[in-house]
Structures are given as C-alpha cells and as structure tokens.
C-alpha cells in the first residue's frame, strides 16, 4: 500500500465524509468501475470490502523556487528576498507541454510555478517537471535541483539545522483553490514542541518562507513535521551556508513521509570528500511514532553489491538522532533502512563546496515518468534500487523518442543509468519493487530528489458498505 494511500485514510473529518458519500451517490446510479469484493477485512472488523478506483483528475505539480536570500538589508535580518528564478523542463506522456500559466505566490517577493495536466476522455495523462539552478553570488553559491511534486496533507523535513553559518528556509506552498491551515511541530534533544508561531493560515495559490531559526531557535538539529487542513501543501526546505565569509553550498531539500524501510538508491562520495574527511557522511533519523526503537542501518557499494557498514541505530523517543560514517571510500553507495517502528531518515554528503540531503523515495508504480532539469555537465544519473526479494526490471526511454534502456536489478542491489538531462523519461517497470532517484554529483555542484511515482494515476480507495 502506497504511502499516499496511508494519507488518504488519515484525512478525517468532512473529506472522509465526502468520499464516502460520493462511493455511495456512484453505486446507487451505475455500476462502480474496478470493484472487486475483498470478503474478510485484514483490519480492524470484519464483512465485505470495494476497491474503487476515482475518475482521474486533474494533476496539479507544485515547483518549488524562487532562491531565496535572508537578512540581506541590515536594517532587517528576517528580511527575504527571491535571488534566482528555477529553470524548470516539464513534459506529459503524450510529448507535450502540459499547462503552466499558474503560479504560487509568495507574496511581496515572486513566485514559483504549478504545473497542471488534465485527463483526456477520463484517462489519466502522466505528467512530470523538475527544475534546477545554480548560484553564484557573494552571500550565496551551489547547485540544487528539485521536482514538481503533488502536495501533501503531512510531510516531515529531516535535515534543519540553526548551526552558525547556515540559513535554513521552510517553504510551505498551496497549489490548491481552497485554504489551508498548517500547522508545525519540531522535534528536538528535548523532544516534540510547539513553536509560538507554528500555525499558519495559507490562502489558495500563495506560500510562505519561514526562517527555521524563528521556530526552532536552539536546536542544532531540528526535524519538522508539517501538518495541513482544508488543503494539502508542498514542503521544502532550502538550505544554505557560510564558512568563514565564503559562500558554501545550496540545497533543496522535500518533505517525506515515515516508513518502517527505506532506501536511498545511490549517494555519491567524491574525492575530495572522501580526502578532507571534514564532514563525513551523515545519516539523520526520527522514530514517528513516540516510543523507542531500532533502525538496522546497511550501506552497500553499488558496484559491488559489498555491505560496507552494517549498524543499529537506537532511537529515542521525539528526539532525532545522527550518525556518521567517516571511513566510505570515493564511489556510489546505497541506503538501506529498516525499523521496528515508523521513522524518517535522510543522508547529508558534501563534495567540495556543494552538499545535499538524499531522501528516500516512494515505490515506482508500473508506468510513469521523471523530467530531468539542466544539469551542471548536461547530464543526471538515474538510479534504481530493488526493494523485493526477487529480480526487479524497469525500462527508461525518452518521451521525445529514442532507444529504451532496460535495467534489470537484483535483490538488495542498486543500478543507475546516465542520462541527458533537460529530457523527460517514461519509466516501465516490468517486474518487481523498485525505488528511484535523480542526482547529480561533482565537487561543487551536488543535488538529489527522488522519483515519485505517477501522479496521474488514480489511488484506489477501499471502502467498507
């Protein structure tokens, strides 16, 4: 079961109430499309359950961007202004330009752009957008890349931090024609609190930028759970920092969701990271769910298939807890998690003056597609990792035209294929369970997000008569 179907049953309240009126208006008036009768429920209770599988809708991608800077006019530190606009590659399934005429503003700054597909005769049309941008300027340098993502009711930022010399921005956007109100909770060495600013009333198609200094003010380490009602968001977190007087590194970072596994397809130690040591490899993790627990954490060499680190995390209950892993050889690796409990887990690597946080990505469904942004060398890696126990296939072929790779992945192994960027990919997976990510990875120019699966295709809903 998709994560996002998990969402779908923690939404309560008047949506709940919606959808289960409308299942009941459908099967008084026609007969319910993609139904099938599951007999004894596996939750709690028993009698007949449905699948029912909605009419596809509108998808609706929300960007993120612009670049932001902080406390560039002396006269006001929180001051915020937009530094670079993202240069955003989008396609749909039929090798066209979805809509993108709609924009997300943050008010009295710029805006970022929402990109919008709709079904054609009922049929879902896949769709996908990704931007990039680099920036060089005194106060501010790097590269990040990020995708146009569906928004979220709940999402969980992992890699904040109020260290000197880094500016942390949480982004919270609604793509949506309806308010939303959103509410914010950080987890710190003292657990879970409240901060005195932490709900925020967002209107339709605006966002708001929040100095993760002014809610977690004191906390090295923050991690942040987002919560909207009325209408889901996107969550992003841009990060950046200063060593010295010497611009650092830029990165954009998305909200994810808990999970009792978790995999991170490839992370890249270059060189020069692996030379300085200065900043090793970073894991940070936050159990969910309130109550201790373990996290078996397993870093494998991608080439080799070889587990590298084998260790168990603990975790305490509300507070985040970091590892480092300072002996990884220069090369590609994947990261593997597993919980007794849910948690939220995300890898921060360095390569010279660029660093980026790597979160694990939703399980692919069969068919969907990536947008791939301008890179710094005209090229992204896409990278696949097998999450079953038997051999995993996908196929990736560009929807412009050209030659089909097909990748086949053994179980607990990774692969990545190189790929022009500026290009959208369909992606076909033929067999198995199987995760994704974009990246790319040099010294100063280092940035991931993970392939989400297709957003166009309808969720199913389970629903008890």
Do not use: K
């Amino acid at each position: 079961m998709s994560d996002r179907r998990l969402l779908a049953r923690r939404i309560g309240g008047s949506t709940a109430g919606i959808l289960l009126a409308a299942a009941a208006v459908a099967a008084a008036v026609q007969p319910w499309p993609f139904v099938t009768a599951t007999g004894l429920s596996d939750e709690a209770g028993s009698g007949p359950r449905v699948e029912v599988t909605p009419i596809a809708a509108e998808t609706v991608l929300a960007c993120d961007g612009p670049i932001l800077a902080l406390g560039r006019d002396a006269s006001d530190a929180r001051g915020i202004e937009a530094v670079a606009d993202m240069s955003v590659t989008m396609r749909n399934g039929d090798d066209a330009d979805p809509v993108s005429e709609r924009t997300i503003d943050l008010p009295d700054v710029a805006s970022s752009l929402a990109v919008s597909q709709m079904p054609q005769e009922g049929e879902p049309i896949s769709v996908a957008a990704a931007g990039s941008v680099a920036v060089a300027e005194a106060d501010l340098t790097g590269y990040a890349a990020s995708a146009c993502r569906t928004a979220s009711p709940e999402s969980w930022i992992v890699g904040a931090t109020v260290a000197t010399g880094t500016t942390d921005i949480l982004t919270i956007a609604n793509p949506s024609d309806v308010a939303a109100t959103v509410s914010l909770s950080v987890y710190g060495v003292d657990g879970r609190s409240v901060p005195a600013n932490g709900e925020i009333a967002l209107p339709p198609h605006t966002q708001r930028a929040i100095p993760v200094a002014s809610i977690a003010a004191g906390e090295q380490s923050p991690v942040i759970r987002v919560l909207a009602e009325g209408a889901p968001v996107r969550t992003t977190l841009q990060s950046s920092r200063i060593v010295t007087l010497d611009p650092r590194g830029l990165d954009l970072q998305p909200g994810i969701l808990p999970r009792t596994d978790s995999v991170i397809p490839r992370v890249v130690v270059t060189e020069s990271a692996a030379r300085t040591g200065e900043e090793p490899t970073e894991l940070r993790l936050l159990g969910t769910a309130g109550e201790e627990g373990t996290v078996d954490v397993s870093i494998v060499d991608v080439s080799t298939g070889e587990e590298v680190v084998s260790t168990t995390a603990d975790l305490t209950p509300d507070a985040p807890m970091s590892l480092g892993f300072d002996s990884l050889e220069p090369g590609s690796y994947s990261v593997r998690m597993a919980g007794d409990t849910p948690f939220v887990g995300a890898v921060r690597q360095v390569a010279g003056d660029d660093y980026a946080w790597f979160v694990p990505g939703e399980e692919l469904s069969q068919d969907g597609l990536v947008s791939i942004p301008s890179g710094p060398d005209d090229a992204f890696a896409l990278s696949f990792a097998n999450v079953g126990e038997e051999t995993a296939e996908i196929a990736v072929e560009p929807v412009s035209g050209g030659d089909a790779q097909t990748l086949e992945i053994a179980p607990g192994r990774s692969v990545t294929s190189v790929v022009d960027d500026a290009q959208t990919y369909r992606l076909s997976v033929a067999a198995g369970r199987i995760v994704g990510s974009a990246s790319v990875a040099a010294d100063g120019a280092i940035a991931s997000f993970p392939i989400e699966p297709d957003p166009a295709a309808p969720e199913s809903i389970r629903v008890a008569p």
